[in-house]
């Protein structure tokens, strides 16, 4: 047990690393704007927003606005404090999964390491550094809760079980919609412990167990697309059910598993635990009983993703759980077809797929690049041309051309305009705009005017004042442009 400590503990370390290095980005400005702002902000607007006028169209108000708001409230602009509560409850999970491998049958070893391999995910310690991926992470917590403690309650545990189920249920369904997919989970379940028998009583009973938790979801449905405002999906999030389906399924499963190398090795032990359990005749039968929940799992945290025009690996995260209680079993079983005095030996192989399934080389490579750095830069060379910019003024970054950042890296910049931009993220009461314009491209209508003030987004990604000879260079063109336009109209 202290070698599976240790491995925690390093993990726990790196993720906490990266997460001192970071700061906001992508959408977290867009939230950090709405939540700072007493003017837009309410909390009964989160939960209920009843107006057609929202700025995303989804229904997240735990997972988002709720996180957000608490966030700025604990920490200010403090962006790792945000990071460390994305991690303490992507570990938290970690436990969940050894509570669950263990409810699944499965002995101490080979539930740790089911719990270390949960933690080790890519996907999750690859998108954990924004803010605005907290609602995976948070409802994936939620949903293992759920299934937990649905267990304990149909097992004859305490009533507080059974609350502490619906309660996670709503906590999953109010941090992402994938959630609505949790009755159908713990139907399956209940038929799990029913030993997934075709028997009529055995799915009555079932359907018994999870009514109540059909009845909340269906609250939430009737609230979510029958009282809530609706507003416009992006193209991004149409659903269409096609051949790319299972194309986006595979590309799923790939990403959780860190690649096909990955994917791979947990098919290898998976199978290894198979024949391991058909040879030593013990626990064949809970065995497959668990892998079949699992592979229903997997299924259903699939679902709601692989409709989606492309895989993205924020939508593998709920994949997770599932994946390390199937390895969970398959270590369960290859330790109970080996004699007693070997089995130490192999609780310490145990960790090997954890420790080699951990992020280590991406996440030091993060820590030297942080995604958040750039913003982090921008605003602080905002700041220190405070005495030299206008209250009003509109800044212009440059890019695209020879001495500047090329096209390629200029366009990572444009997410810091989105729903306000990085300047309103962290000002919400600036009169300031910004604009990101590629040289290489005529002038969108209100880019450039004689008054903006120009600054240069350099290929090491820093920013600097325009010098006058790049402006002398490259804008004349750009600004007869503007001029010719604005007569036109």
């Known amino acids: 047990m202290a070698a599976s400590a240790a491995l925690a503990l390093a993990m726990a ?9 970071e700061w906001f980005s992508g959408d977290d400005f867009a939230f950090l704007h709405l939540v700072q702002r007493p003017d837009v902000w309410s909390w009964r607007d989160a939960y209920l927003p009843l107006g057609e006028q929202r700025f995303w169209p989804f229904y997240r108000p735990l997972g988002m606005q709720t996180y957000f708001r608490l966030g700025v409230a604990a920490f200010g602009l403090c962006a790792p404090a ?19 491998a263990r409810q699944l049958g499965c002995d101490v070893h080979a539930a740790v390491a089911g719990g270390l391999l949960g933690v080790a995910g890519a996907a999750s310690l690859g998108e954990i550094y924004s803010g605005s991926i907290f609602h995976y992470v948070a409802a994936s917590l939620s949903s293992a809760l759920c299934v937990s403690w649905f267990l304990s309650a149909a097992r004859g545990g305490r009533g507080s079980a059974r609350l502490g189920s619906g309660i996670a249920l709503v906590a999953a369904l109010l941090c992402n919609e994938f959630a609505v997919v949790l009755p159908v989970l713990l139907f399956a379940a209940a038929l799990h412990d029913e030993g997934f028998a075709l028997r009529g009583d055995a799915w009555l ?15 939430y449905l009737v609230l979510r697309f029958g009282v809530i405002a609706q507003t416009e999906d992006r193209v991004l999030y149409t659903q ?4 790319h389906v299972l194309r986006n399924a595979a590309a799923q499963i790939e990403l959780a598993c860190r690649g096909f190398a990955g994917l791979l090795a947990l098919a290898a032990l998976c199978l290894a635990g198979g024949v391991a359990a058909k040879r030593s005749g013990a626990g064949v039968a809970a065995a497959a009983r668990g892998a079949l929940l699992c592979a229903i799992w997997i299924a259903l945290a699939l679902a709601p993703f692989i409709v989606l025009p492309f895989p993205q690996r924020r939508f593998s995260i709920p994949l997770e759980t599932p994946l390390a209680l199937l390895a969970a079993l398959a270590f369960a079983a290859l330790g109970r077809a080996v004699a007693p005095p070997r089995r130490s030996r192999l609780a310490l192989a145990f960790l090997l797929p954890p420790l080699f399934a951990f ?39 440059l890019y ?3 001495g500047l950042a090329d096209q390629a890296m200029g366009e990572r910049f444009h997410d810091l305009t989105f729903g306000g931009g990085v300047l309103r993220g962290v000002k ?10 590629d040289l290489n491209q005529r002038p969108p209508r209100n880019v450039l005017r004689h008054d903006a003030f120009f ?10 004042p325009a010098e006058p000879s790049l402006l002398d260079r490259e804008l004349p063109r750009s600004l007869a442009d503007t001029d010719r336009q604005a007569a036109r109209e």
């Open 13 to 21: 370390a790196a993720a906490g690393f990266v997460a001192s290095r």
């Open 82 to 100: 945000f990071f460390a509560v994305s991690l303490a409850v992507h570990f938290t999970r970690g436990l969940v999964v050894f509570r669950l």
């Open 205 to 219: 009973r079932a359907a018994r167990r999870i009514a109540p938790y059909a009845l909340l979801t269906g609250a």
């Open 240 to 243: 269409v059910l096609d051949a």
């Open 359 to 397: 992020p280590w080389g991406p996440l030091r490579e993060r820590a030297r690049r942080p995604d958040g750095e750039s913003p982090r830069r921008l605003i602080a060379f905002i700041e220190g041309q405070a005495a030299r910019l206008d209250p009003a003024a509109r800044l212009v970054v």
């Open 400 to 402: 695209g051309v020879e």
């Open 428 to 437: 919400p009461d600036t009169q300031m705009t910004m604009s990101f314009y």
């Open 455 to 464: 600054v240069a987004l350099l290929p090491d990604l820093t920013v600097a």
